[in-house]
C-alpha cells in the first residue's frame, strides 16, 4: 500500500514531465518549418504618353462619339483631349491618367456648348454620308444609338455616356459635370425615358 500511494502521489509529476516534453516536441516542430515567405512589391513604371494613347484611343474615341454624336467631331475631340494631355504626362502618368483624361473630355465637349449653345432642330442630325443600307446590324443599330443620343441636351447627354458607356458611379459623374448627384439620378431617369420614346418612334424628334 506504502508503494502504491508513493506511485500515485508521483504520477501527476510524471504526467506533468510527460506534458513538459510534448510541448517541446511541439516547439521542436514549430522550430523546424519553413519561414514565411516574403513577397517584395515589384514597382511598375507608368505607361509612356505613346502607350496610353495606343491603350486608350480606341475607347476614348467610343466615348467621343457618344458626347457628340459624329465620328468625324468625335474624333476632332478625342485629338483635342491627347493635346491638352501631352504637355502635363509627367504629372498625370504616375496617377490615374484614364480619369483624367475623361474629365477633359468632357470639359471640352461642355465648353464647346458655351462657346456654340446648340440651336434646337426638328430633326436628328444625320451621321455619316449615308443611311444603314449595307451595314451589319450591330452597326445599323450603334448608329441609330449615336443619332438618338445626339438629341437629348449636352449635360444629359454627358450623364448617359458617363453612367452606361462609361460605367461611372453616381458620385464621379456628379463631381465630372459639376452637378448634384440629385440631379444625375433625375437626368438618368428623364433620359433613359426620352431614349425609349425615341427609339421607339419611327419619326424620331429632338428633344434639344
Request: glycine fraction near 6%; avoid cysteine.
Amino acid at each position: 500500500m506504502y508503494y502504491r500511494s508513493e506511485y500515485r502521489a508521483l504520477s501527476p509529476r510524471s504526467r506533468a514531465g510527460a506534458s513538459g516534453n510534448t510541448s517541446q516536441r511541439d516547439t521542436n516542430r514549430l522550430n523546424l518549418r519553413a519561414p514565411p515567405t516574403v513577397i517584395h512589391a515589384v514597382s511598375v513604371p507608368p505607361p509612356t504618353f505613346a502607350e496610353f494613347f495606343a491603350a486608350h484611343v480606341r475607347p476614348l474615341r467610343r466615348t467621343a462619339y457618344g458626347l457628340v454624336g459624329d465620328w468625324d467631331r468625335a474624333e476632332e475631340l478625342t485629338q483635342a483631349t491627347f493635346v491638352r494631355l501631352y504637355p502635363h504626362w509627367a504629372n498625370i502618368a504616375s496617377g490615374n491618367p484614364r480619369a483624367y483624361a475623361r474629365r477633359v473630355m468632357v470639359n471640352l465637349f461642355l465648353d464647346e456648348r458655351r462657346r456654340a449653345p446648340e440651336v434646337p432642330t426638328e430633326q436628328l442630325p444625320e451621321v455619316g454620308t449615308g443611311g444603314t443600307d449595307g451595314l451589319s446590324a450591330d452597326a445599323a443599330a450603334r448608329l441609330d444609338l449615336g443619332r438618338t443620343l445626339a438629341g437629348l441636351p449636352r449635360q444629359m447627354r454627358a450623364v448617359v455616356v458617363l453612367r452606361f458607356l462609361e460605367d461611372r458611379p453616381v458620385a464621379e459623374v456628379a463631381d465630372l459635370l459639376g452637378i448634384a448627384e440629385g440631379t444625375v439620378k433625375s437626368h438618368t431617369h428623364r433620359a433613359l425615358a426620352v431614349l425609349h420614346e425615341l427609339l421607339a418612334t419611327p419619326d424620331r424628334k429632338s428633344v434639344v
